[in-house]
C-alpha cells in the first residue's frame, strides 16, 4: 500500500514557478514509476509528466504542452517525487494529482483507470 500526499499548489500570476512535492508512504518508493496528472473543471484527468524508477530526474516523459517548461524529478530518499513548473499559463490552471505504479508504461500510458496510487490532488491557478 502506497500513500501519497501533495503539496505546493496555490494561486499565482502567469509567466511564474511553482514547485509541486508529493510525499509517498511505505519503503519501496524506488520501486514505482511515478507521474503527475492534472484534472480542469469539466475536463477529464490528463497526463502531464513522468519519472521512472532511479533517483534524480531519470528517465522522464512529458505531455507536449509542458515540454520545455516543466522538470520532473524524484528523491528516492525522502520518498518525494517533485514538479517544478515554470512559465506558467492560465491554462495549467487544474488540480494536480501525483501517480504511482510498479509499471512505467502504465503511467506513461496515462489511462487513469489502469493506475495503482492516486494523491488526493493540489490546486493550481494561474491568472493572467
Known amino acids: 500500500q502506497v500513500q501519497l500526499v501533495e503539496s505546493g499548489g496555490g494561486l499565482v500570476q502567469a509567466g511564474v514557478s511553482l514547485r509541486l512535492s508529493c510525499e509517498a508512504s511505505?519503503?519501496?518508493?524506488?520501486?514505482?514509476?511515478m507521474g503527475w496528472f492534472r484534472q480542469a473543471p469539466g475536463k477529464e484527468r490528463e497526463f502531464v509528466a513522468a519519472v521512472s524508477y532511479g533517483n534524480g530526474y531519470g528517465r522522464s516523459y512529458y505531455t507536449d504542452s509542458v515540454k520545455g517548461r516543466f522538470t520532473i524529478s524524484r528523491d528516492n530518499a525522502k520518498n518525494t517525487v517533485y514538479l517544478q513548473m515554470n512559465s506558467l499559463k492560465p491554462e495549467d490552471t487544474a488540480v494536480y494529482y501525483c501517480?504511482?505504479?510498479?509499471?512505467?508504461?502504465?503511467?506513461?500510458?496515462?489511462?487513469?483507470?489502469?493506475?495503482?496510487?492516486w494523491g488526493q490532488g493540489t490546486q493550481v491557478t494561474v491568472s493572467s
Open positions: 501517480a504511482a505504479d510498479p509499471l512505467w508504461n502504465t503511467v506513461v500510458a496515462g489511462t487513469v483507470a489502469d493506475i495503482d496510487y
Open positions: 511505505g519503503r519501496t518508493f524506488s520501486r514505482y514509476a
